[in-house]
T-cell receptor, first 115, second 110 residues
Framework: DAGVIQSPRHEVTEMGQEVTLRCKPISGHDYLFWYRQTMMRGLELLIYFNNNVPIDDSGMPEDRFSAKMPNASFSTLKIQPSEPRDSAVYFC?????????????FGPGTRLTVL | GQNIDQPTEMTATEGAIVQINCTYQTSGFNGLFWYQQHAGEAPTFLSYNVLDGLEEKGRFSSFLSRSKGYSYLLLKELQMKDSASYLCAVRRFNNNDMRFGAGTRLTVKP
């Protein structure tokens, strides 16, 4: 199993530019999560999907952030326009609701730097 | 809302035992998780508790008291590779809504 795949691993962009982060969850998992991690705020849940449907997007900071999941094997997180305060590591995670543990498996993350 | 509190940093000696505490306040509690995260890497699952008591898994154990909103992660026979951040996370309701604490950075010294 390849695990959760994220791309790119690193992204450096200038303020005002559009940024698109990509995630491929583990095959068969029906939950997908987007998190953001910074030193100041720790690991924050941005949005999660169940069977490709957004369930809770209350963690999305503002309208500049949007996420889609067009099919079970792909999701994107888009920031437009990007700002320096968006600099963080963005993690995608997936899980399957199959019993007690239901642990989330994290991808390697995308380190975003907005100059 | 919910609060998840854990110490920011801890230091321990190789071969020793360390206990990392986590307290939480939440509605619809449905499980508590501990994750390990090495610097520059993704969090990885360590343990899960949904009922009161102690769950043991090798050198790591996790305890939960639902009435007190309290959990701890116990690491025995510490090794240098255990230096990492340890994240406490609470799952709510009957879904996968999981919220993380800020993490405890553990440094293991020789």
């Amino acid at each position: 199993d390849a695990g959760v795949i994220q791309s790119p691993r690193h992204e450096v962009t200038e303020m005002g530019q559009e940024v698109t982060l990509r995630c491929k969850p583990i095959s068969g998992h029906d939950y997908l999560f987007w998190y953001r991690q910074t030193m100041m705020r720790g690991l924050e849940l941005l949005i999660y999907f169940n069977n490709n449907v957004p369930i809770d997007d209350s963690g999305m900071p503002e309208d500049r952030f949007s996420a889609k999941m067009p099919n079970a094997s792909f999701s994107t997180l888009k920031i437009q326009p990007s700002e320096p305060r968006d600099s963080a590591v963005y993690f995608c995670a997936s899980s399957v609701l199959a019993g007690e543990t239901d642990t989330q498996y994290f991808g390697p993350g995308t380190r975003l730097t907005v100059l | 809302g919910q609060n998840i509190d854990q110490p920011t940093e801890m230091t321990a000696t190789e071969g020793a035992i360390v206990q990392i505490n986590c307290t939480y306040q939440t509605s619809g509690f449905n499980g508590l998780f501990w994750y390990q995260q090495h610097a520059g890497e993704a969090p990885t699952f360590l343990s899960y508790n949904v009922l009161d008591g102690l769950e043991e898994k090798g050198r790591f154990s996790s305890f939960l008291s639902r009435s007190k909103g309290y959990s701890y992660l116990l690491l025995k026979e510490l090794q240098m590779k255990d230096s990492a951040s340890y994240l406490c996370a609470v799952r709510r309701f009957n879904n996968n809504d999981m919220r993380f604490g800020a993490g405890t950075r553990l440094t293991v010294k020789p």
